[in-house]
């Protein structure tokens, strides 16, 4: 089972601000992604990443970017935070081929105001 | 790309009782993952079930690569099973296609 470490868990913060989310894995997983979800609702893939210093926009148009320096790490930054970024982001890896299983992190709940 | 339907949308159970959650692909896959997502939203992975049965519990996965479609069990359905189930599947090297999922509510 991959660990997966989201921070933070929740977020509340006013409209403007910078926003990094972070998520971190200790699995040496190639494959990083960022979903996007209103509770309950459907997953949104926004970003991935399939090594250091290659990144990817998912099929849901988003403001948001990332970067993946170190495999470990995929951060995803709101440069300028709104009310329409309030959502649950989750973040999720899994290994080298094809056939291998994804695994999730907890999930960051973002709320703007 | 892969299209995902899942049904049925919404499913409300009386504990105990049994159902069958399905997953049709529009095409092949050589993923495919059923996920329950509880209700403070995190996603657990069920099964990794690209072909053939597995069985964890009370809980138990076919898929049949062939046909396209994939079925989750719930036996003695309780109500810590209530929440969304999601599937998802893919082939190469193109990311995960999720379903839009079954919410399930499981009532005393």
């Known amino acids: 089972e991959a660990d997966i470490y989201q921070t933070p868990r929740y977020l509340v913060i006013g409209t403007g601000k910078k926003i990094t989310l972070e998520c971190s894995q200790t699995m040496g997983h190639d494959k990083m992604y960022w979903y996007q979800q209103d509770p309950g609702m459907e997953l949104h893939l926004i970003h991935y990443s399939y090594g250091v210093n290659s990144t990817e926009k998912g099929d849901l148009s988003s403001e948001s970017t990332v970067s993946r320096i170190r495999t470990e790490h995929f951060p995803l930054t709101l440069e300028s935070a709104r009310p329409s970024h309030t959502s649950q982001y989750l973040c999720a890896t899994s290994g080298r081929n094809s056939n291998q299983p994804q695994h999730f992190g907890d999930g960051t709940r973002l709320s703007i105001l | 790309g892969i299209q995902v339907e899942q049904s049925p949308p919404d499913l409300i159970l009386q504990e105990g009782a049994n159902s069958t959650l399905r997953c049709n692909f529009s095409?092949?896959?050589?993923?495919l993952q059923w996920f329950h997502q509880n209700p403070w939203g995190q996603l657990i992975n069920l099964f990794y079930i690209p072909s053939g049965t597995k069985q964890n519990g009370r809980l138990s996965a076919t898929t049949v690569a062939t046909e396209r479609y994939s079925l989750l069990y719930i036996s003695s359905s309780q109500t810590t099973d209530s929440g969304v189930y999601f599937c998802?599947?893919?082939?190469?090297?193109?990311?995960?296609?999720f379903g839009k999922g079954t919410r399930l509510s499981v009532i005393a």
């Open positions: 998802a599947g893919g082939s190469g090297n193109t990311p995960l296609v």
């Open positions: 095409d092949s896959v050589n993923n």
